[in-house]
């Protein structure tokens, strides 16, 4: 019998990466051949820190879904922090892996590497075909770089060492371990504490932003982290097949989209909010359309599992438990 590959998952307490530690116990990897390490146990941007922790730990495979994050505001307030810790981490991260002999790696990435006015919905080779949207270009840079870091290792390393690194987009994502912070969280969540926050005080109205037509695409957390496994563990020769060695990442999507006032009432009807709900044309609306063409990863076998009413209680009933007061 085979023993278990070493698996060390880089941002174990984040929204994706706690997903995918539980998406591998899940499918009976051993807990002790799980490694983690928090960010005051391990500093990523730390080229000495991590090229020390690879040599001690010696891991088989990296999940790495490490990375600073955030919304609008956040990004707008802090780009040099979010260029400089993501480059950082990700240069550091698959150097020392390729360093220490590890082969497989993946590399979590982000929907907004493609230009603000990509066709949608968006496709692979959209990527570098435009300009990004201004309020995450720092963020989207880093992540860019993070999937030429990847390609740049297998060119020139593939055939000599072995190394076969990928790289996966998600879509929007929710559910549980999600950031429910008034002022920095995504869609799902803010509507998720504002919709709790009406009920508790039985507001008669709840008022969201901009008209509600913009149309979005959202995965529930444990798909993106059932996707990432998948497309680690694909057999090269498959992943090769529908891939190119300078165009080589994989978007993960549901395939759908819906309306933000649609998402709205959803969150509504989950946390049984009865009371009205108003759009204020006055806000932005922000992109008309974002949706992610998932047709390659859907050759490879994988397609989401979770609808959005389902992942929605989900993702309410960890609130609830976390979150509420």
Known sequence: MTQHPKIYVAGHRGMVGSAIVRQLLAQGQPVERVVTRTHAQLDLT???????????????????????????????????????QNLMTQANVIDAAFRNGVQKLLFLGSSCIYPKLADQPMREDALLTGMLEPTNEPYAIAKIAGIKLCESYN????????????????TNLYGPGDNYHPENSHVIPALIRRFHEAK?????????WGTGTPKREFLYVDDMAAASVHVMNLDKATYDQHTQPMLSHINVGCGEDVT????????????????????????????????????????????AQVGLEVGLKAAYEDFLAHYAA
Do not use: C
């Open 46 to 84: 730390s080229q000495a820190a991590v090229n020390a922790f690879f040599a001690e730990e010696k891991p088989d495979q990296v999940y790495l879904a490490a990375a600073k994050v955030g919304g609008i505001h956040a990004n707008n307030t802090y780009p040099a922090e979010f260029i400089y």
């Open 155 to 170: 060119r020139q390393y593939g055939q000599s060492h072995g190394v076969d690194y990928r790289s996966v987009m998600p």
């Open 260 to 303: 933000i006032l649609e998402v709205a009432q959803a969150v509504g009807r989950t946390v049984g909010y009865t009371g009205l709900i108003h759009t204020d044309p006055a806000k932005p609306d922000g992109t008309p359309r974002k949706l992610m063409d998932s047709t390659r990863l859907n050759a490879l076998g994988w397609q």
């Open 200 to 208: 508790v005080n039985q507001a008669l109205s709840v008022t969201i």
